[in-house]
């Protein structure tokens, strides 16, 4: 039997074991984690794989009037099918964005007033859409965090950060997250 933090054979290791004993792992425990939240996760080889997923989203949720505030993603939604464009979040039906962070400990999305275009949470669509790449990928909070502060250094450092989850959040409570009742769709990207 262990003792002082190690695990038993009888004893699942906990989620932060995981993430922290096995790097490795970061993209298991993380999509783990955020499908248990009841996120959805979809790992894409590829940008191409990613447009492919795109088609499905539309064709699965019948939804195609989006609001994005990054032109990239707009050209990306284009190549999957997707025309009609709203200029507000109150117009659309989904919402696409990227992400500042994906965090494996508690499997949320780090995102900030830059990826909503300063909208409140509950103002924006039912249904996100959030891509991300694989190098976005940190263990802890404090990683991403830290990364922010690392990146933004001597910038305009963003305002509004938060985590995502969705709507069946675990019991792993973080400052400034907010549970979404919004379907979230991770189009999880490696680069």
Same mark, same amino acid.
């Given at each position: 039997?262990?003792?002082?933090?190690?695990?038993?054979?009888?004893?699942?290791a906990s989620k932060s074991?995981?993430?922290?004993?096995?790097?490795?792992?970061?993209? =298991?425990?993380?999509?783990?984690?955020?499908?248990?939240?009841?996120?959805?996760?979809?790992?894409?080889?590829?940008?191409?794989?990613?447009? =492919?997923?795109?088609?499905?989203?539309?064709?699965? $949720?019948? &939804?195609?009037?989006?609001?994005?505030?990054?032109?990239?993603?707009?050209?990306?939604?284009?190549? +999957?099918?997707?025309?009609?464009?709203?200029?507000?979040?109150?117009?659309?039906?989904?919402?696409?964005?990227?992400?500042?962070?994906?965090?494996?400990?508690?499997?949320?999305?780090?995102?900030? +007033?830059?990826? $909503?275009?300063?909208?409140?949470?509950?103002?924006?669509?039912?249904?996100?859409?959030?891509? +991300?790449?694989?190098?976005? &990928?940190?263990?802890? &909070?404090?990683?991403?965090?830290?990364?922010?502060?690392?990146?933004?250094?001597?910038?305009?450092?963003?305002?509004?950060?938060?985590? &995502?989850?969705?709507?069946?959040?675990?019991?792993?409570?973080?400052?400034?997250?907010?549970?979404?009742?919004?379907?979230?769709?991770?189009?999880?990207?490696?680069?």
């Amino acid at each position: 039997m262990g003792g002082d933090g190690e695990t038993s054979p009888n004893k699942p290791a906990s989620k932060s074991e995981l993430a922290s004993k096995q790097p490795k792992m970061l993209d =298991v425990a993380f999509a783990e984690n955020f499908t248990q939240s009841g996120g959805k996760f979809l790992f894409c080889e590829d940008v191409e794989a990613a447009i =492919v997923n795109l088609q499905n989203i539309a064709g699965e $949720t019948g &939804l195609n009037k989006v609001y994005s505030p990054d032109e990239n993603l707009r050209s990306l939604l284009s190549k +999957a099918g997707f025309r009609d464009f709203a200029e507000r979040c109150s117009d659309a039906e989904l919402f696409c964005t990227t992400c500042e962070y994906l965090v494996a400990y508690n499997g949320g999305i780090m995102v900030d +007033a830059r990826h $909503t275009k300063g909208n409140k949470l509950k103002d924006l669509p039912d249904v996100f859409v959030i891509l +991300a790449f694989t190098d976005q &990928l940190v263990e802890r &909070l404090s990683d991403a965090l830290q990364g922010i502060q690392k990146r933004y250094s001597g910038k305009d450092m963003p305002s509004e950060i938060t985590t &995502l989850h969705g709507p069946n959040k675990s019991g792993l409570q973080d400052p400034g997250s907010i549970t979404a009742t919004k379907e979230i769709y991770l189009l999880y990207v490696e680069r």
